[in-house]
């Protein structure tokens, strides 16, 4: 959520955000309900402090014995007229919050001006793209083959785009979660949290998913929870409507989840087997930090999550997001993307992002300098690190033996106890 007093002073800011992340401009109405809320508390203050000075002036009469009757019923008027004030004040904040909920965040200066994904900016490229000098299956072909993966039971069991991993497959699965979240824990400082698969909508509101994605999500109306995107969204709030001292600053998490998208509206391409699914599994990472060095902690972020992919060997291009493709909450946003020979192209495996103060304004997440500072909204960042689905197209397709098999990655032996799925 943008500051008020930020749009006030810079509406025409707020209003170019807004064209380039192709949102709908609300910031005069915004304005106007603002102006309006600022009308009505001045006035309701001035009738209030108009009622404590008569109630008070009222008592001194009584006392006397003189008569109150028309300052009683002055005030009563005056007290009918601030319930009408307070109700307009509560109708017109209402309005106010919706709005404001549905601002997106402003692109940094960094951040290319574009469109859509064409004109995002290819930043680095890692490993080599393989030659094969035999004919290449897809991941779909190879794990029906190896009996690894099975879409068609999955979608018996529940519906497409839920996918069954069977025998080494399940494992394999198993080991790229637990490789992730070792390398994060042990080498890159992160600290573990294993969060609920299911939150609230105050939960969802804070980092961003409602209102604006909501009809993406699975939603369980007895209940009302929602069942997580990714673990960005429970682990993002640990800290919601709490004051956090410098000292702790950065928290890094990391937390492994499944993830559950209903994709509304986005069905139609890369709908082949783990390409698009409703149901996958990820390692995030989650950082609280300082304004000053959100930056230098996004880079961090992204180093941490490339690692993954390097010590996997698998061939990787890290891409910055235009203003056009970037998400509604992100200031700043590197994709990762893996090479699926098959498929010919970059698949995303990984997003990072820093929201700067957005999310935080939201979950009321602040810190203090010290004792005698006044509390400082922190800096949000979340990245895959990675999601299980692209990545394990990419690990079947290029590890990919002539005979029909995979090799598995060496940095992944001890964790399946097999080196060869066949």
Known sequence: MLDLKFIRENPEVVKNAIRLKGDRDTVDEILK???RRRELIKKGDALKARRNDVTEEIANLKKQGKD?????????????????????????????????????????????????????????????????????????????????????????????????????????ERAL?????????????????????????????GTGQIPKLKDDMYYCPEDDLYLIPTAEVPVTNIHRDEILDISELPKKYVAYSACFRREAGSWGRETKGFLRVHQFNKVELVK??????????????????????????????????????????SAKTYDIEV???????????????????FQARRMNVRFRRDRKSKPEFVHTLNGSGLATSRLMVALLENYQTPEGKVIVPKVLHKYTGFTIIE
């Not at 509560?90 to 574009?114: A, M, R």
């Not at 637990?178 to 042990?186: A, G, K, P």
């Open 177 to 205: 979660i637990n490789f992730m979240l070792d390398l994060h824990i042990q080498k890159h400082g992160y600290t573990e949290v294993f969060p609920p698969f299911l939150v609230n909508e105050a939960s969802m509101r």
């Open 33 to 35: 309900l603002d102006e």
């Open 288 to 329: 609280f930090t300082t304004p000053e060095t959100s930056y230098d902690e996004l880079e961090s972020l992204v180093r941490d999550a490339e690692e993954v992919l390097q010590l996997l060997n698998i061939p990787y291009r890290v891409v910055l997001l235009c203003t056009g493709d970037m998400s509604f909450a």
């Open 68 to 172: 109150a009757t028309d300052l009683i019923e002055e005030m009563r008027k005056v007290s009918d007229e601030i319930k009408s004030i307070d109700a307009e004040l509560k109708k017109v904040e209402t309005e106010l919050e919706n709005l404001l909920l549905w601002l997106p965040n402003i692109p940094h200066s960094s951040v290319p001006v574009g469109k859509d994904a064409n004109d995002n900016v290819v930043v680095r490229m890692w490993g080599e793209i393989p030659e094969f000098d035999f004919e290449i299956k897809d991941h779909l072909t190879l794990g029906k083959k190896l009996g690894i993966i099975d879409f068609e039971r999955g979608a018996k069991l529940t519906g497409s785009g839920f996918p069954l991993y069977i025998g080494k497959g399940a494992t394999l």
């Open 339 to 357: 090479w699926s020979p098959a498929e010919k192209k970059w698949l995303e495996a990984s997003s990072c992002s820093n929201f700067e103060d």
